[in-house]
């Protein structure tokens, strides 16, 4: 009922690997109003339901979502929002979702962009944005949207890593068969050739965490252990296989001649989206652990965009 954007989490997360095999910054720009679905959808309503449409009517439209609970960049007060975040890949925005506080504060207008030279995912485009704007939809709901929602960007962000560090893998076995070295060529040497498998293997490993919490969030359960853990994995990976894609090359991967530097780049860009690797183990040690009942208090809150 949202004219095709409402794709199953598996298929959305192969189409975004094998779209980041390409240019991880292109699945983001190719994605119109992208993650800003996952809460509209989720915490729902017709409101919601109705702003979902008539974006999804314009192809060019973009969203992001922002999760901002412990920085506290934006002040929400009197139905307006008021702060600044540093960077967003988009050039400008037609909706803003800002997950602050349990709640998804909905922004389509009021928003002022200013261009910054990106590091990675160019092709998105890079802004630091100022907002000062009534709130067009104030959605709550119970924790199971937020633990949803919070799941959806995490595999959205994985399926990205997953495929910039197959795209780095492929890259560095081909040149390592063709580089040759004391007689063959290096990937026949037992040093690299364990080290290719190992990467190999870790990206496996991360895929398949990636289609487990797929699977956990088209189930009734919490989705919220899963997604971590595939998070915590395509983080591990992306930017493990980023360095050693630039190492396998030697000198050749530095230069921008070869593709590894910038999915090196691209790796840590998309590591720190939605709070990154300490979002995720936050949320995965809450999901494991009952730690504030334990413990008496509450594990530090966390953000990112």
């Known amino acids: 009922d949202v004219g095709g954007a409402g794709l199953s989490p598996l298929a959305k997360a192969l189409v ?28 729902g309503g017709p409101e919601a339901r109705a702003l979902v449409k008539k974006l999804l009517a314009n192809p060019a439209a973009r969203g992001w979502v922002i999760v901002d609970n412990e920085e506290n960049h934006f002040e929400i007060s009197e139905g307006r929002v008021r702060g600044e975040w540093p960077w967003l890949p988009a050039e400008s925005l037609d909706v803003l979702v800002i997950i602050k506080d349990g709640a998804a504060f909905v922004i389509t207008e009021g928003m002022s962009f200013e261009h910054t030279k990106p590091a990675a995912l160019h092709a998105a485009g ?9 709130v067009a939809l104030a959605l709550r709901a119970d924790n199971k949207a937020l633990a949803r929602t919070l799941a959806r ?19 560095a076995i081909s040149y390592t068969q063709e580089r040759v070295a004391f007689g063959r060529p290096i990937a026949h040497h037992q040093g690299l050739a364990f080290l290719i498998a190992e990467l190999a293997h870790r990206i496996d490993g991360a ?3 990636l289609w487990r919490a797929c699977w956990a969030l088209q189930q009734e359960g919490d989705p919220t252990e899963a997604a971590a853990a595939a998070h915590l994995e395509a983080i591990d ?11 396998l090359l030697g000198g050749h991967g530095y230069v921008t001649d070869h593709p590894v530097e910038k999915w090196m780049r691209e790796g840590r860009t998309l590591s720190l989206l939605w709070g990154g690797r300490n979002g995720a183990l936050d949320a995965a040690t809450a999901q494991l652990f009952d730690v504030s009942a334990r413990v008496g208090f509450s594990l530090p809150r966390w953000g990112g965009a």
């Open 126 to 134: 890079a802004s630091g944005m100022r907002v000062d704007a009534p």
């Open 153 to 171: 960007l995490r595999v959205y962000a994985s399926g990205l890593l997953v495929g910039i560090a197959g795209a780095s893998l492929d890259y």
């Open 237 to 247: 990976i992306g930017l493990e296989m980023g360095e050693q894609g630039v190492q």
């Open 16 to 43: 975004l690997e094998a779209l980041a095999r390409g240019d991880a910054a292109s699945a983001i720009a190719l994605d119109g109003i992208g993650p800003a679905l996952y809460p509209l959808m989720e915490f």
């Open 207 to 209: 895929r398949l965490a």
